[in-house]
Structures are given as C-alpha cells and as structure tokens.
C-alpha cells in the first residue's frame, strides 16, 4: 500500500469518527465527494461474532505492547465498518504501567481484510 492510499484511508477514518454518523441511510448508495468513490452502507448490523473477532485481535495487538499483559482489562470496546474490507475498532482498556499504577488508555485500530494495518493509541 502506498503513503497516499495510507494517508487518504486516515483521513477517512478521522472524518468517520469525528462526524460520528454514516452518510447515508442503510442499503443505499452513497458517494465521498472527497474520494469520488461509491460505496454502500451495509444492510446487516454487525454480528456479535464479528465484533469479538475483531476486539480480540485488538486486545492481542495491545497485550503484545503491554509492560505487564496480565494486567489487561478491557474497559469498552465498538466497532464501525468503513466498507466491506475495512472495520475501525475503538477499543478502552486497562492495565499496570511500569510504577505499578493502574492507567486506562484507548485506541483506535484500522482493520482491513481482517488485519491491523493502523494504531492511534492515546
């Protein structure tokens, strides 16, 4: 994937979460202006199974950062499909920091095709 493509999914992703809504009503056909793509909103809500499979891989990807990883809780965690290949998890967790102070951190974790492709840890 090129820095283009990659800066231009980012910016998507701000725009998606800053707005906070979809464009468009479910089924139909929308188009971004910005990205002169079309796209349709998904029919389907996603899936209860979906949305563990795709939390539990971001609570694998944060553990494995994670100065004590037994530590991990997992405080709240939602999922927003982009399209159908990209799903943006925004995940809140807690865990022990290095002093042995319980901290809560949040992320947001870019999938696509089922695999992280990019972190916003805050």
């Known amino acids: 994937m090129r820095v283009g493509e990659i800066m231009r999914n980012f910016i998507l992703l701000m725009v998606l979460l800053i707005a906070g809504t979809v464009f468009a009503e479910e089924g139909k056909i929308f188009t971004d202006k910005d990205l002169g793509k079309y ?10 199974e979906e949305t563990i499979r795709y939390c539990s891989i971001a609570a694998i990807y944060i553990k494995a950062r994670m100065h004590n ?31 042995g102070g319980i901290v809560t951190n949040s992320g947001l974790y870019y999938f696509e095709n089922g695999q992280i492709i990019n972190a916003i840890e805050q």
């Open 39 to 48: 796209q349709r909103v998904r029919k389907v809500p996603i899936s209860e």
């Open 69 to 99: 990883p037994n530590s991990f809780v997992v405080v709240n965690c939602s999922i927003k499909e982009i399209d159908s290949r990209n799903m943006v998890v925004n995940m809140q967790y807690r865990g022990t920091n290095a002093y």
